[in-house]
């Protein structure tokens, strides 16, 4: 029996351990994409200025949702070694994925105590999705992982698993004579902490980790002491969250209408996306079937309720509670294997090959990720062939472009550059707290407009003291005020404005 237990405990350890590794590996790579331009940029601001570093974009006096308290951390880091923001980000990654892998353990462990279950449900966090490769912030698949390890959603993610682990064990010491009261609601009060932070690092997995929270404190069936220090918990929160001095949170929730559009796309493909998921659907059945108020089975209710209601009612941003539906799903499916291990060989063989040929379809589909540490060339055609290439950066324009200089480019672009200290005019993402996004927008689009008048494009340089401009060589769009600096990699050009 201790032998039937110990093998399949040792394959998910070492599965879960190169998985580990291949992540680590990842960070000294640390591949560029995504909203990586914006985390830098906001360690870049905060960097030359800690109390009033305005928006991470623009170059305007405004608040930002991107300055969190983690981010604040890695900005006293920078401040204080001189490191470069991308080792500062690769510092940042480490401590994600450290929280993350042992915040996994935690909570994993308040569910099963078999040895395999917590290195099994990584395994399942990373690799029981679909087989339409996809990546966003917050959400859990391996080549999104690569690609957002050094974000603050991860870090986020990782507290709360911490956060849902604690919870648990402060549920069940409720009420304990052996826990003193003050020592009793100082717990819940540091719960309550940590939830703010949570949802000020990054709000999307604030919600997942509440959604957690909540199933978490309903599943143990708790009575009026319990829900009472919960209430003073998140009495705790909302003062954290209300005293927050870089942006208000509570204002956040008028920022709908600007987000909507850009995640219509997390409800597309949903069955090539999450189909791997269904496993761990029928494991959250059989556990709805043990016990009406298991804490995965409501917690996935609960996501699923909240992904449903924006899918109906065009909240689309509202899809960011995904993880909320598939986190307790990719568990149930690691828990209920390893619940059937140690049962009659028919069950054991079934569990086993069901959830393996799962883990090995979801690894195969994001087997690419391999190339953001291995060399493309050296890797076999069908693994190559599966690799995404990240983006280049900008790093060519820093021998000219010094911190704060003001440069015209296009969305892309933007996205990008202000990584290196740089402004751009408009922003590279939906701004909520800048006024005259709109107006800074339509600037761009009338600069690069082909047959703008020179007369419009110097007021458009005037107006946002535009020192260089940066779009595709021959286009068109740059007009005769400028003169080129240096090329760049796929045909872009660095201009200079000629004033």
């Known amino acids: 029996m201790r032998g039937a237990l110990r093998r399949p405990s040792v394959v998910a350890q070492v599965g879960a351990v190169l998985v580990v590794v291949l992540l680590v590996l990842v960070v000294v790579r640390l591949p560029w994409a995504g909203d990586l331009g914006m985390h830098a940029a906001t360690v870049q601001r905060l960097r030359h200025d800690l109390v009033d570093p305005g928006n991470p974009l ?28 991308f080792v500062v980000l690769r510092i940042g990654a480490v401590v994600g994925l450290g929280l993350f892998v042992s915040g996994v353990w935690r909570y994993v462990r308040t569910l099963s ?43 986020a993610l990782g507290l709360a698993f911490h956060f849902w682990a604690w919870l648990a064990g402060a549920v ?9 009261w003050a020592r009793e609601w100082g717990l819940w009060a540091g719960l309550g902490v940590l939830w703010a932070v949570i949802l000020l690092c990054h709000q999307f997995s604030g919600v997942v980790a509440s959604l957690g929270a909540l199933a978490t404190v309903v599943a143990a069936r708790v009575g009026r002491g319990v829900w009472a220090r919960l ?38 493909d949903l069955v090539g996306r999450y189909w791997l998921v269904s496993v761990g659907v029928v494991a959250l059945g059989v556990r709805w079937w043990r016990d009406r108020r298991d804490p995965l089975v409501l917690f996935f209710a609960l996501g699923v309720v909240v992904v449903g209601l924006g899918g109906v009612s065009g909240h689309y941003s509202w899809g ?32 086993v090959g069901v959830l393996g040929g799962a883990l090995a379809v979801g690894a195969w589909t994001q087997v690419g990720t391999v190339g953001y540490v ?33 440069v015209m480019a296009r969305t892309f672009a933007a996205r990008q550059i202000p990584a290196y200290g740089a402004y751009t005019v408009a922003p ?24 703008a008048s020179e007369g419009v494009r110097r007021g458009i340089v005037r107006a946002y003291g535009v020192r260089w401009v940066v779009d595709q060589g021959g286009g068109g769009g740059v007009g005769s005020g400028v003169r080129v600096v240096a090329p760049g990699p796929g045909g872009q050009v660095l201009y200079e404005v000629v004033r």
């Open 374 to 406: 291995v060399p493309r060339g050296v890797l076999p055609g069908v693994v190559a062939a599966k690799y995404r290439v990240p983006w280049v950066g900008y790093h060519w324009v820093t021998p000219w472009v010094a911190y704060g200089d003001v």
């Open 231 to 268: 209430g003073a918990g998140v009495l705790v929160g909302l003062g954290v969250l209300w005293v927050w001095p870089y942006y208000d949170f509570f204002a956040l929730s008028g920022a709908g209408a600007d987000l909507e559009a850009v995640h219509r796309g997390l409800y597309r």
């Open 320 to 351: 960011r509670a995904v993880p909320a539906v598939v986190i307790p799903a990719q568990t149930a499916a690691a828990v209920g294997v390893v619940e059937v291990w140690g049962r009659r060989p028919w069950w054991r063989g079934v569990g």
């Open 172 to 180: 069940r010491a409720a009420g304990s004579a052996r826990a003193g």
């Open 58 to 85: 623009v170059d305007a006096d405004t608040p930002s949702p991107y300055y969190s308290p983690w981010m604040l951390v890695l900005g006293c880091v920078a401040r204080v070694t001189g490191f470069s923001v």
């Open 113 to 155: 105590v078999h040895p395999a279950a917590p290195a099994l449900s990584l395994l399942c966090l990373v690799f029981l999705w679909g087989t339409s490769l996809f990546t966003w912030s917050g959400f859990l698949g391996l080549n999104s992982l690569a690609l957002t390890v050094s974000y603050p959603s991860v870090f």
């Open 428 to 451: 590279g993402y939906p701004d909520f707290f800048l006024p005259d996004e709109a107006r800074r927008g339509e600037a761009v689009r009338r600069y690069f407009a082909v047959g």
